[in-house]
């Protein structure tokens, strides 16, 4: 019996190995695409309900493998997050995302870029500093960037986070709550907090016909973000039903694959192209 437990701890040990030798090299190729710039944005569209606003953009995260393939965001995140990686992944996304965003004013498209910052950036010391001097170098006009930041990322340390957001408030850059919702909620500190945007998570919105919870919880945080003066975004919608019952509710943004895909630059241009012709 004992042997057969040393057996165990043997194996084990080595599935444990294979498994931190998979992550360290998962570390390495991140760590060398983000150096050498090969990860790449898609861009999926944010359009209005009401009246002919040009639509905004989110930017999304993709890995092109060389032996993998395409690599979603799911599968690196995570790790990038304990790592620390997503700190340097994180400014080039921005960075990225920013010179794709002068580049389309530049060709008549004034389009809103939103980034997807991670909660470990808000702990940078120079953070405000650098999205400033990003939006400046790139000569952006106020309000082109929006940040989508999580609950969670907030509630860990409401008081830094109220401090940054004032901040960023000053650099006339919107701020968005990310998965609304999902998190643990903070509707105590949502009225201090300078938000421009709340995001409604997609397992809502997608729930909406069937469970009628998900309906009253979208619903209600509509009517709760415009009373606060908020503009609401939906995400995950893929039918014209759930398009309908969204603009019905006065919903502001609608995104999902019922109006695209996320799209690569060159797509996405002739997307926005048709959509504003
Ligand atoms: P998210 O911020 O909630 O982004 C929305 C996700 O929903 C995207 O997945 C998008 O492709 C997907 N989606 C959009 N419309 C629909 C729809 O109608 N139906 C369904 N089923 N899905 C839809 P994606 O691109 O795989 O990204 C997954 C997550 O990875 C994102 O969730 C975000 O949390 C994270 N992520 C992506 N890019 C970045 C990035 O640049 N930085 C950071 N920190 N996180 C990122
Ligand atoms: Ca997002
Ligand atoms: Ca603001
Ligand atoms: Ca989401």
Request: glycine fraction near 4%; include cysteine.
């Amino acid at each position: 019996h004992a042997k057969n437990n040393k057996m165990d701890t043997m194996v084990y040990q080595s599935l444990l190995d294979e498994h931190s030798l998979e992550r360290l090299s998962l570390f390495n190729e991140l760590n060398e695409a983000i150096t050498t710039g090969t990860l790449e944005l898609y861009y999926q569209p944010q359009v209005v309900t009401h009246g002919e606003g040009i639509p905004s953009l989110e930017a999304l995260i993709r890995w092109p493998h060389p032996v993998k393939g395409m690599v979603f965001p799911d599968r690196f995140i995570p790790m990038a997050e304990d790592s620390g990686l997503i700190i340097p992944m994180t400014w080039w996304v921005l960075e990225s995302a920013m010179e794709q965003c002068a580049a389309w004013h530049r060709a008549g498209l004034p389009v809103t870029v939103a980034v997807n910052f991670s909660a470990h950036c808000l702990q940078e010391d120079d953070i405000v500093q650098r999205i400033a001097d990003c939006i400046k170098r790139h000569n952006l006009p106020d309000h082109s960037l929006v940040l989508e930041i999580t609950e969670s990322m907030i509630m860990a340390d409401p008081h830094q986070a109220s401090t940054v957001l004032l901040e960023i408030d000053k650099l006339k850059v919107d701020v968005s709550i990310d998965d609304f919702g999902t998190g643990h909620s903070s509707l105590a500190y949502l009225k201090h907090l300078l938000v421009d945007e709340l995001k409604i998570d997609r397992s809502f919105v997608m729930g909406m016909h069937e469970h009628k919870n998900d309906e009253v919880i979208v619903r209600t945080v509509i009517s709760m973000a415009h009373n606060m003066g908020l503009r609401v975004v939906a995400e995950g919608v893929e039918t014209r039903r759930d398009w309908d019952a969204l603009t019905a509710m006065n919903c502001d943004r609608i995104q999902g694959y019922f109006i695209s895909r996320p799209l690569p630059v060159e797509q996405i241009t002739r997307w926005l192209e048709a959509f504003v012709r």
